[in-house]
């Protein structure tokens, strides 16, 4: 009951965070390419293409030490989320949204991270597909291991 309650509470933080961190004009991602946005102690890297946003949300220790990283799809141009899509990439397939909240989600988190270094991602939703660019990923986005590293996991 207790579970239920946190996770509840981490899925409002995060959003919370998410339409804070994407109501500034500082978070505007140049089309095809990989961004990083910083606020509240908080990372965010995203892309843009044809209208929608994949998102990486990673809460650091300082802060929100107690929300996990997720993954998630939103529109543009009103930040509506998708509730389901699909991300394939590097020969794996990832069910989203999801959070790095337990030892499976963060398996998913990293590997899903490495492969998007590596290559484009399609994804999925309502019927239609569409290619986020590998671009400038290697970049941007931070690799598991290494030094900079601070999205929460688990």
Same mark, same amino acid.
Request: hydrophobic share 40%.
């Given at each position: ?10 899925? *409002? ?15 505007? +991602? ?34 929100? *030490?107690? =929300? ?8 543009? +141009?009103?930040?509506? %989320? ?16 999801? %959070? ?20 484009? =991602? ?10 986020? =660019?590998?671009?400038? +990923? *290697?970049?941007?986005?931070? *690799? ?11």
């Amino acid at each position: 009951m207790i579970n239920t309650h946190i996770r509840k509470a981490r899925l *409002a933080l995060s959003a919370l965070l998410t339409t804070l961190v994407l109501a500034t004009p500082a978070t505007q +991602a140049a089309q095809g390419q990989w961004t990083q946005g910083y606020g509240q102690g908080n990372l965010e890297y995203f892309i843009d293409a044809q209208g929608m946003r994949l998102l990486i949300g990673c809460p650091t220790q300082e802060g929100s *030490a107690d =929300a996990a990283s997720s993954v998630t799809l939103m529109t543009v +141009a009103s930040s509506q %989320e998708v509730k389901k899509f699909t991300v394939k990439v590097g020969g794996h397939t990832f069910e989203g949204p999801f %959070e790095a909240d337990s030892r499976v989600g963060e398996n998913n988190f990293i590997t899903l991270l490495n492969d998007l270094r590596k290559g484009d =991602a399609l994804v999925s939703y309502g019927g239609k597909t569409i290619t986020f =660019a590998k671009s400038n +990923a *290697a970049q941007v986005l931070p *690799a598991y291991g290494k030094k900079g590293f601070q999205c929460n996991l688990g």
